[in-house]
């Protein structure tokens, strides 16, 4: 494969220096679409979109005969592959409208592929204990008093509010100043930074509010409760930086390169007709990090046991 | 004897090419009470000014001018891709040539398949560096099979490879110009000054922007990292060759080019050959980083494993990367101490023979049809994370209290402190403390760089970064100033502690995240744990080395006068080894502030934090890219104060 | 017979504007002086001189006197500030890069005081350097430089490299490489002085024979004053890059320009380098003389035997021309004392 595209990069050096200039696609078209090839599925940083990759590459490759190259891509840089044709597909994206502007209508180089049929949900969460503890404080009116048991070594003489990974999709920052909140944002830096620091703070008893995320295979195993903010209205986050209301409920959806739709693979068309509900997702997550399953051994062990749901994705003729 | 050749260059880490400046006279008496006069005046001058004039320290506006200005330029290039022809004809086709040498250098490798690389790479280690060499080489290269990295090792030696070419291709003749055109020599200094102090992750996001992700960027910001080592040290090599030679092939007629490619490069060659050794190994640790634009290899084992904070699977892909360096750096190094040898043409004779007879080898054994998947499998994720937890479990209090004594006594207090410092006060500061420590020009160049950030709308991300490497290469130094007296004084030591030091220098920066993130969770204090395990060993080094510099005799004397052990490294060594010691702080921040930086990825915020979310947010890309500036311009700052300390070496007064 | 090398009037001026010095009246001003004023370091000042075909030229001074640069200026590896200098008849100075290599290559050719070999060839191949770089065939090369070191006595170390031999060795290999080439115009800047006292003599009469055998002028610096006795046909004094005489050696010993070069002589037994010429004395009218006379060339000290047997004074004679005569009274001093003895 790759001594096709040597060759091909060598015949269009020759051609462009010929008859004008390198487009930016230029050289990247591998036969990622034709028939059995290979496809590039992009790995956004989170358990949830890895389920959704690992059952798709599993189809794809033990099912139907292709490969899968996965790329571990945060969810801007991944947008980006569609560009370069080094992503063929996402198969979890949360909203992005400004990517989707950018990159389906501007440029053209992407399609909308349909919802995954997961519900997604972000919020601000606090553990069940504190909210038991100190029944007011799921209103956001009344972070403010309880600012003090949130103080840690990061957050300035404020409470600390805990982020993910800097490239999700979020608005704390606006949110804290806008609804002058006394609180610093600090950043994890990865979900899984979140996730053991929620677990902590479920065990040990101990003060924790920070931004979190359904599907979520971590809500089936301990409780956590959304801090209600301000109610979400239609536009209300059009301008991010001055956010002052909740985050919408999103439809997860999958996008995928123009040149991978227009070929129409069968590979295309698995990613078009794959939906599944938040429980699988989570089950499957839930074997990736509790089970010490690798991602393959997961999806193998779910596809195994619920070939009803996935048999209506593969299409017809594969 | 004046015809050997010369001992090769002192190198500090990162490829700056060491002079002789370790020892500088001290400044005379008088001078240095009056310039400690100054200080103190200037100190009282700064403390009451900064509470005269303190600020509120209000945080940094999300919207600034320069922030604007990039993403408009980033518009304009998402724009303009295709059309422009700075792109047309320009960067697409850098990308496109560096995609096909990418490519040819993969398609060679994984041509030979899995026992025909083992197989290749054993005999060029045999043949370049002797079958010591060779042995480590087929074990290394076996060893990523039971991994089970394979795939990801050979991308990350193809990604290393491809840009250890380019930089050679570039850097060698580069390196030469400098040597032997004043000019070239006098307008590179600056720019690879810069590009060496530019810390790793502040050029990502431009290479995206350029050259968008992929390999290709992967390779070019390797390049770019790499390649001042290239050109420094080839240039060293050049500059170096004894004048008498030169000067007896220029008597017998020859003509420039002849004196090029029969005097000064092969007499040069063991330098050229120490230039890539240092090109490859730089190079690899830069790779790795550029995991984060979708470079393949071993980086996005590293990259996962973070994201998960999953210190075992980190720890195959770090060992994997280790032996790698290992590897290469044995291979390159034997290879250049082989061309000091001088071997009878017939002996050479037999060499061509054995590599012949290695070639046919190669293509025999790749003719096997082993494959990585039939070797055993091992993997020390589980229990390395066995051992994470258990240490997590039973020290979370002590790691809890050092990193909450450390934050809240230090570097809260410190941080306020530079956040509140009004931008102007800063600047004066430094260009007042500058010109005392080293001369006005350094100063000036400093105070510039500190004033960038106020400009560029990051004044408090800057001071919060700075006030983190602060407590950092404080740390640092302790640590660094104690092995190293410690291994000055214990030959014993040293030599046990040496391979240890050779290991740590040639791991990215990037593993050092894990073990921090694992042991301090997400926080500035991780970054300072891993900024201090990553700039340790060359400050160690570099301190050691100073000690041992100072003269022998002058060690006698003081001893003959009845100096107690205690009081000749007060009285005598210490001071004599002020170059040695500045130097490594210099080299120490300079390292510290690459990896405070990376720091942004675990919780260490501020512009690190900004960079990153600069490459994965769109509405943050100007920020981004307008932090990595702001942390250059750090860079600048930091090196130009400290590298006057061992510059300023004429006595003042 | 028109000589080999001529030198008139060459300046060599080091520094800033190096240019601006010569011809104006900053020229006159002593060396310290010059250095004050403009930071410019006259190292050779208004020097000529010629060399005659097959001569053995010896240029001695005081380190620092500026014999290396004067040397480098005559093939323009320094290049030199003003004034003429031809060899074989044709301007140097006025050569294009090109025929100033084929001069390099083909008729002057150079031995150095740290000798200059290239450590990564071999001995062979440092020899065969100059023919490599004329573009000779290998086999040639190799076969003339194979001659060339049997020339200099190092035929059995041909395939070692420059570091695995001794100093002497080392020279001798540059010596070959200097001859390889066949060269009319031997150049030496201070070939032996890194030298052991022994070796030195060795290479000394090394020189002196390959001079016998082959015939080339040589250019000869030095600062030691025995060496250029005995290897020197004339000697030219170099102080402040100023010539300060130029003669044989006992023009040197015997009539020493002035305090500097008389410095120079001081130490040297006068016997040894002084002819009779410079001790005779008329004869007395009527006195009777030894048979057989001495020739005027003769060097005193191989009188002494004869002198001080004879009965009578001797004759000195040039050819059948009788000069003066010499008795013991004449000869004595002149062993004896190492004071000027300026002829009458
Ligand atoms: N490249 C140069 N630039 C400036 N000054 C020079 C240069 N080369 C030589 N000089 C100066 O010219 C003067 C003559 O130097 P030169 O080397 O010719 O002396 P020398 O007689 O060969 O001495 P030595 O016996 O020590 O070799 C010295 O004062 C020296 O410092
Ligand atoms: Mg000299």
């Known amino acids: 494969m790759r001594s096709i595209r040597t060759a091909a990069a060598v015949a269009l050096i020759a051609t462009l220096t010929a008859c004008g200039g390198a487009t930016s696609g230029a050289g990247e078209d591998k036969p990622s679409a034709g028939a059995k090839g290979t496809v590039n599925l992009a790995i956004n940083p989170w358990v949830g979109y890895e389920a959704n990759a690992a059952v798709i590459a599993h189809l794809l490759e033990k099912k139907m005969g292709y490969t899968v190259e996965k790329k571990e891509l945060k969810e801007e840089i991944a947008w980006q592959g569609f560009e370069t044709g080094e992503v063929d597909t996402i198969v979890e994206n949360w909203g992005h409208p400004d990517l989707k502007k950018t990159y389906i209508e501007d440029k053209k180089v992407a399609v909308d592929v349909g919802p995954t049929g997961n519900q997604g949900v972000i919020g601000w969460y606090v553990p069940q204990w504190m909210a038991d503890k100190y029944p007011d404080i799921t209103d956001w009116k009344n972070l403010n008093k309880y600012a003090d048991l949130f103080k840690t070594s990061e957050s300035k003489g404020k409470g600390q509010f805990l982020a993910g990974d800097p490239s999700f999709v979020t608005n704390d920052e606006a949110l804290v100043s806008n609804l002058k909140l006394n609180y610093t944002v600090v950043y994890s830096g990865s979900e899984a930074a979140i996730i053991k620091a929620a677990q902590q703070a479920s065990a040990q008893k101990k003060p924790l509010l920070f931004y979190f995320y359904e599907p979520q295979w971590l809500f089936a195993k301990e409780k956590y409760v959304r801090v209600k903010l301000p109610e979400y209205k239609e536009g209300c986050d059009a301008d991010l930086k001055k956010v002052a209301c909740d985050y919408p409920d999103y439809v997860l959806d999958k996008i995928a390169s123009k040149k991978f739709a227009d070929g129409n693979s069968t590979a295309y068309q698995l990613v078009k007709n794959f939906t599944w509900t938040n429980d699988d997702q989570n089950l499957v997550s839930d074997y990736i990090t509790n089970q010490g399953m690798s991602d393959e051994k997961a999806a193998e062990k779910w596809v195994n046991e619920h070939e009803a749901t996935w048999k209506p994705w593969i299409p017809a003729g594969s | ?653 | 017979m028109t000589p080999m090398i001529e030198i008139a009037a060459l300046w060599k001026v080091f520094g800033p504007r190096a240019d601006r010095v010569v011809g104006t009246p900053l020229a006159d001003l002593p060396r310290a002086e010059l250095r004050a004023r403009t930071g410019c370091l006259a190292a050779v000042r208004d020097v000529s001189f010629d060399v005659r075909p097959g001569e053995v030229f010896v240029v001695m001074g005081l380190s620092g006197s500026g014999k290396s640069t004067l040397v480098r200026c005559l093939t323009r590896l320094i290049e030199p500030t003003s004034g003429d200098i031809s060899i074989g008849g044709e301007s140097v100075r006025a050569m294009n890069p090109k025929r100033l290599r084929e001069l390099r290559r083909r008729q002057v050719a150079m031995v150095f005081q740290h000798f200059g070999l290239l450590p990564h060839r071999s001995v062979l191949d440092n020899v065969a350097y100059g023919l490599e770089i004329q573009g000779r065939s290998r086999a040639e090369r190799h076969r003339r430089a194979a001659e060339t070191l049997a020339l200099v006595g190092l035929q059995e170390h041909e395939h070692q490299y420059p570091d695995q031999l001794s100093g002497g060795m080392q020279q001798r290999v540059g010596l070959a490489r200097a001859l390889a080439t066949d060269p009319e115009v031997l150049l030496f800047d201070e070939p032996f002085s890194a030298l052991d006292p022994l070796i030195r003599r060795d290479m000394q009469d090394e020189v002196r024979r390959l001079h016998a055998e082959v015939g080339k002028t040589l250019v000869f610096i030095t600062h030691d004053l025995a060496e250029a006795l005995t290897l020197g046909d004339r000697i030219a004094v170099l102080r402040d890059g100023e010539l300060v005489q130029v003669g044989t050696p006992e023009d040197l010993v015997g009539a020493p320009a002035d305090s500097y070069v008389a410095d120079f002589v001081r130490d040297v037994p006068r016997s040894d380098v002084l002819t009779l010429r410079w001790i005779m004395r008329d004869p007395a009218p009527g006195e009777l003389c030894e048979d057989e006379p001495l020739s005027h060339r003769t060097v005193i000290r191989d009188a002494v035997h004869r002198v001080l047997r004879a009965e009578r004074p001797i004759a000195v004679v040039d050819g059948t021309e009788r000069l003066g005569v010499i008795d013991a009274d004449q000869l004595l001093p002149a062993l004896i004392s190492h004071h000027r003895q300026v002829p009458v």
């Not at chain 2, 290239?230 to 500059?239: E, K, V």
């Open chain 2, 1 to 653: 004897m004046t015809a050997t050749v010369p001992p090769p260059p002192v190198l500090q880490p990162g490829g700056r090419v060491l002079g002789t400046a370790l020892d500088p006279p001290a400044p005379s008496r008088r001078g240095r009470v009056r310039s400690r006069t100054v200080a103190a005046v200037l100190l009282v001058l700064t403390v009451a000014a900064y509470l005269l004039f303190r600020t509120d320290g209000a945080a940094d506006s999300s919207d600034a001018a320069s922030f604007r200005f990039f993403d408009s330029v980033r518009d304009w290039v998402d724009a303009n891709r295709d059309t422009s022809p700075f792109f047309l004809y320009g960067f697409n086709y850098v990308r496109l040539g560096v995609r096909l040498l990418v490519d040819t250098v993969h398609g060679a490798l994984t041509g030979l398949g899995f026992a025909g690389l083992v197989a290749a790479v054993t005999a060029i280690g045999a043949v370049l560096a002797g079958w010591r060499t060779g042995l480590l080489a087929l074990g290394g290269f076996l060893a990523f099979g039971v991994l089970g990295l394979w795939e990801e090792s050979v991308d990350t030696l193809v990604l290393t490879l491809s840009a250890v070419l380019l930089s050679v291709l570039i850097g060698v003749p580069l390196g030469i110009l400098a040597a032997r055109v004043r000019w070239v020599g006098a307008t590179l200094r600056p720019v690879l000054d810069v590009m060496q102090i530019m810390p790793t992750f502040a050029y990502l996001a431009p290479m995206t922007l350029l050259f968008l992700i992929g390999e290709p960027a992967a390779v070019i910001a390797t390049m770019i990292y790499a390649v001042p080592a290239t050109i420094r040290i080839t240039a060293l090599g050049i500059s170096e060759v004894p004048p008498t030679a030169v000067e007896a092939a220029t008597a017998l007629g020859s003509t420039r080019w002849q004196l090029l490619g029969k005097v000064r490069l092969p007499m040069a060659r063991t330098t050229i050959a120490l230039a890539v050794n240092q090109t490859i190994m730089l190079a690899l640790s830069m790779v790795v980083i550029t995991a984060l634009i979708d470079a393949p290899g071993l980086g996005q084992n590293i990259v996962n494993a973070l994201q998960r904070v999953n210190v075992g699977a980190a720890f195959d892909a770090g060992v994997a990367i280790v032996i790698l360096a290992v590897v290469l750096d044995r291979i390159t190094t034997g290879a250049a101490r082989r061309t000091r040898l001088h071997r009878p043409a017939r002996q050479r004779r037999t060499r061509w023979i054995v590599a012949g007879a290695a070639l046919a080898g190669v293509v025999l054994i790749a003719l096997v049809p082993v494959r990585e998947t039939d070797l055993p499998a091992y993997s020390f994720a589980a229990p390395v994370n066995d051992l994470v937890g258990w240490i997590e479990l039973h020290w979370y209090d002590v790691t809890e209290g050092l990193k909450n004594g450390i934050s809240a006594g230090v570097l809260d207090p410190l941080e306020t402190v530079l956040v509140t410092t009004p931008w102007w006060l800063f600047v004066a500061a430094v260009a007042a403390f500058g010109t005392l420590i080293s001369g006005w020009r350094a100063a000036l160049i400093a105070a510039l760089a500190a004033a960038g950030p106020a400009a560029l709308g990051l004044w408090q991300h800057s001071m919060q970064t700075l006030a983190t490497v602060l407590v950092a290469i404080v740390i640092t130094m302790a640590i660094g100033v104690a092995i190293g007296v410690f291994c000055a004084r214990h030959d014993r030591l040293a030599t046990g502690i040496r391979p240890l030091l050779d290991a740590a220098q040639t791991m990215p920066s990037f593993v050092y995240l894990l073990p921090a993130v694992a042991l301090f969770g997400a926080s500035r204090f991780t970054a300072i744990v891993a900024a201090v395990i990553f700039a340790v060993p060359p400050v160690v080094r570099l301190v050691e080395r100073g000690l041992r510099d100072v003269p022998p005799t002058v060690v006698e004397a003081a001893l003959s006068a009845g100096s107690t052990p205690r009081q000749l490294l007060w009285k005598v060594q210490l001071p004599m080894a002020r170059g040695g010691l500045l130097l490594a702080a210099n080299q120490g921040i300079v390292m510290v502030l690459a990896m405070v930086v990376v720091g942004g990825l675990v919780g260490a915020g501020a512009l690190g934090y900004d960079v990153v979310a600069g490459f994965s947010q769109r509405e943050l890309f100007g920020q981004g890219l307008a932090a990595g500036l702001a942390i250059v311009l750090l860079g600048i700052l930091l090196d130009r104060l400290t590298q006057g300390f061992h510059h300023s070496k004429r006595p003042r007064g």
